[in-house]
């Protein structure tokens, strides 16, 4: 699925537990006669995706609709969705957000002519 709209919000990358699970949420604003606004998760090594991106961006955000189901204490069963991104592309002809220094310096290594001959 997918879904097009203005980044609204662009929170900072959290981490939990001891295995370090990490998770990063965006907002973005549909453009219709009635505007939404659509919280979206992305997980783990995804949340990079997000790094090059930047508040009032247009986008387009590909993701997949996640359901689970838990039961608490009482024994009562509760069910959850949640809207989980996989990639995200700027729309129309838009200036892409800076790299960081990090960013960069891993750009001119994968440029450089020493890594010509990798099997990848």
């Known amino acids: 699925m997918?879904?097009?709209g203005k980044l609204k919000l662009i929170n900072k990358t959290q981490i939990f537990g001891n295995n370090g699970?990490?998770?990063?949420?965006v907002v973005i604003t549909t453009d219709e006669q009635y505007p939404q606004m659509i919280l979206i998760e992305f997980v783990q090594d995804k949340t990079e995706l997000?790094?090059?991106f930047k508040v009032g961006q247009e986008?387009?955000?590909f993701f997949n609709l996640r359901g689970r189901e838990w039961i608490n204490t009482e024994g009562v069963v509760k069910y959850f969705n949640?809207?989980?991104?996989w990639r995200i592309e700027l729309l129309k002809n838009q200036e892409p957000a800076p790299m960081n220094i990090s960013q960069q310096e891993s750009v001119s290594l994968i440029d450089s002519e020493?890594?010509?001959d990798l099997p990848f």
Request: no cysteine; glycine share 4%; aromatic share 4%.
């Open 59 to 61: 986008v387009k955000i």
């Open 50 to 52: 997000l790094d090059n």
């Open 21 to 25: 699970f990490r998770k990063r949420e």
């Open 114 to 116: 020493d890594n010509i």
């Open 82 to 85: 949640s809207i989980q991104g």
């Open 2 to 4: 997918e879904i097009a």
